[in-house]
């Protein structure tokens, strides 16, 4: 009988697994040789075992781990198989959309280092046409305006334990922007109205719902200062009430970069104080274009 069966080396060998592996699985029993040598206790195999070892290959493959193929074999229930690659395929779901979501942040990540390379200096004001963006937030627990930036600390911090526990990564909280109502911000009430971050359409759920700041003209500056950002904003409104344009919607300061790894001291953040803008259109070039297309 011995001559027409395979010792584990020949067993190994013939199914590219190593010797260890073939003696964890008679271990736990997953699969046990066809007959052991009582005096030298080596293993041999029948090579109809192959089937076996394909199965638990197989098995493998789809996830599943040896605790549970070893249950399946002792069980014999078709039922538990299919519910086990149930959950195999909604783990693998939300794998996928963990790596989705990283791969997304390292494209922000590389595009905000790209738009600091190629931002206009601090100070520079400009006209923006700024794509439609989804954002995430809570409102401002207090007016961190009022404080040194201790205060945007703590609401930082909460936002952070909100993200957390709506089970966003922690990876979206370094693309944070704040907020002051159009109202506040036209009678120069610097009061801190919603922290959020931005993130893409993809995050919505049934238990998450994402915000929409709409596309449209934005007139911003650009600044690397913290505590600038109240200065600057002053900037900015004056910039649009002496060009006439009209306030269209609540501010926003974007954080579009952050390089902590030069200065363990403070933020050093890279900011974009924007607001949307409408304008008056000419009355006589809007009325030719009208009876054109009339």
Same mark, same amino acid.
């Not at 493998?60 to 149930?86: C, P, T, Y």
């Given at each position: ?38 005096d +030298?206790?080596?293993?041999?195999? *029948?090579?109809? &075992?192959?089937?076996r #070892? %394909? =199965? /638990? ?7 599943? +781990?040896?605790?549970?193929?070893? *249950?399946?074999? &002792?069980?014999?229930d #078709? %039922? =538990? /198989? ?21 791969? %997304? ?52 911090l ?40 931005f ?47 009209q ?48």
């Amino acid at each position: 009988m011995k001559e027409e069966l395979l010792s584990i080396g020949k067993m190994a060998k013939l199914n590219r697994v190593s010797i260890p592996t073939l003696r964890l699985y008679d271990e736990i029993g997953l699969l046990k040789p066809r007959y052991v040598d009582p005096d +030298s206790g080596y293993r041999y195999y *029948d090579i109809h &075992q192959n089937a076996r #070892l %394909d =199965m /638990i290959a197989y098995m493998k493959e789809l996830g599943m +781990s040896l605790s549970e193929i070893a *249950d399946a074999f &002792q069980k014999e229930d #078709l %039922d =538990m /198989i299919e519910s086990l690659l149930v959950q195999k395929s909604e783990q693998i779901h939300e794998q996928m959309r963990q790596l989705k979501a990283r791969h %997304d942040a390292v494209d922000r990540a590389i595009m905000s280092i790209e738009r600091y390379r190629k931002s206009p200096s601090t100070g520079t004001i400009s006209l923006e046409f700024i794509d439609q963006r989804y954002i995430w937030g809570i409102p401002c627990s207090s007016n961190f305006y009022n404080s040194d930036i201790s205060g945007y600390e703590k609401v930082l911090l909460e936002l952070r334990a909100a993200l957390e526990k709506n089970e966003f990564r922690q990876i979206h909280s370094y693309n944070v922007g704040t907020s002051i109502t159009k109202e506040d911000f036209i009678h120069e009430r610097f009061v801190a109205n919603q922290i959020f971050i931005f993130t893409n359409r993809h995050e919505q759920n049934s238990y998450v719902h994402l915000q929409v700041v709409e596309s449209g003209m934005y007139a911003c500056i650009y600044l690397d200062r913290y505590d600038d950002e109240i200065a600057y904003a002053k900037k900015l409104k004056q910039f649009c009430e002496e060009h006439h344009y009209q306030i269209a919607g609540d501010y926003i300061c974007e954080i579009m970069t952050e390089f902590n790894v030069f200065d363990s001291e403070q933020r050093s953040m890279f900011m974009r104080l924007q607001i949307p803008v409408s304008f008056t259109k000419d009355k006589k070039f809007t009325n030719s274009i009208d009876s054109h297309l009339g």
